[in-house]
T-cell receptor, first 112, second 114 residues
Framework: SQQGEEDPQALSIQEGENATMNCSYK?????LQWYRQNSGRGLVHLIL?????REKHSGRLRVTLDTSKKSSSLLITASRAADTASYFC????????????FGQGTELSVKP | NAGVTQTPKFRVLKTGQSMTLLCAQD?????MYWYRQDPGMGLRLIHY???????AKGEVPDGYNVSRLKKQNFLLGLESAAPSQTSVYFC?????????????FGEGSRLTVL
């Protein structure tokens, strides 16, 4: 079964608004990563947060991690039409070598 | 910089046919992965490799075989294709294991099995 579960499955907002996506997972992790996928393209890495970190920023992205609740959130501030894409969380799991397990993704639509 | 290159990008097979997907990376990465992406299922790990000459099973390995004879290449084989293997396949690579950072993905190979 999938390690990560994302919520919501789809999100539609207006340009300039903030977008928040959530990810929950089941087992202890080394780190949690967020990826973006434009339609018909491969995934692109956005940000990685380690299990001993609580918050991380990168440009308009803010990621939080709550290991006690086994959850993470990705916030995109001041969204743009170009942010329209699918966003996936992925977890690196202890004692499972190089495996990175992906969630089902959130489909974000930003309307101009 | 080519990064991760997948060939072919599109392929149509008949049930029972065989084929090989090739993934090549030019970043000298140790780890390589094959995922499949299906609607509503996200990405699921098929097989992965932690170095030249090694392979390991992921979440959904049945019906697939892999080989990593050279560090830069990771091949995914379907010996007898089935309609359930219709999917988009993504190859990825990383410098080391999941503790060290990001995966770099190819653009995908869309496979249809009739």
């Amino acid at each position: 079964s999938q390690q990560g579960e994302e919520d919501p499955q789809a999100l539609s907002i207006q340009e300039g608004e903030n977008a928040t996506m959530n990810c929950s997972y089941k087992t202890s992790i080394n780190n949690l990563q967020w990826y973006r996928q434009n339609s018909g393209r491969g995934l692109v890495h956005l940000i990685l947060i380690r299990s001993n970190e609580r918050e991380k920023h990168s440009g308009r992205l803010r990621v939080t991690l709550d290991t006690s609740k086994k959850s993470s959130s990705l916030l995109i501030t001041a969204s743009r039409a170009a942010d329209t894409a699918s966003y996936f969380c992925a977890t690196g799991v202890y004692n499972q070598g190089g495996k990175l397990i992906f969630g089902q993704g959130t489909e974000l639509s930003v309307k101009p | 910089n080519a990064g991760v290159t997948q060939t072919p990008k599109f392929r149509v097979l008949k049930t029972g046919q065989s084929m090989t997907l090739l993934c090549a990376q030019d970043m000298n990465h140790e780890y390589m992965y094959w995922y499949r992406q299906d609607p509503g299922m996200g990405l699921r790990l098929i097989h992965y490799s932690v170095g030249e000459g090694t392979t390991a099973k992921g979440e959904v390995p049945d019906g697939y075989n892999v080989s990593r004879l050279k560090k830069q290449n990771f091949l995914l084989g379907l010996e007898s294709a089935a309609p359930s293997q219709t999917s988009v396949y993504f190859c990825a690579s990383s410098l080391a294991g999941v503790g060290s950072g990001e995966l770099f993905f190819g653009e995908g190979s869309r496979l249809t099995v009739l």
